[in-house]
């Protein structure tokens, strides 16, 4: 667990689309929409993302895969 004295790498754009698997727009457009975590700026024109952010995103979308994927199993009409 991280504590305030840590420091923490940002994950850039590129690691970012490497670790979840998402393109550079569905990541720039849930950003944008909520569905996934907020860049920071790290410098006047870059920016990155906080490490922990993506991974309780990555958990939560994982989470929701299986229901999904759960709730498609079922047979129509049964819920």
């Known amino acids: 667990m991280s504590t305030m004295n840590e420091v923490q790498k940002f994950l850039r754009?590129?690691?970012v689309i490497e670790v979840t698997?998402?393109?550079?727009n569905t990541i720039l457009r849930g950003a944008k929409d909520?569905?996934?975590p907020s860049?920071?700026?790290v410098s006047p024109r870059a920016i990155a993302w906080i490490p922990a952010e993506v991974a309780k995103?990555?958990?939560n979308a994982s989470t929701r895969v299986?229901?999904?994927v759960r709730c498609q199993a079922m047979p129509r009409g049964v819920m």
């Open 13 to 15: 754009l590129a690691a």
């Open 66 to 68: 299986k229901e999904e």
């Open 21 to 24: 698997g998402r393109s550079r």
């Open 39 to 41: 860049p920071v700026h």
């Open 57 to 59: 995103w990555q958990k």
């Open 34 to 36: 909520g569905s996934f």
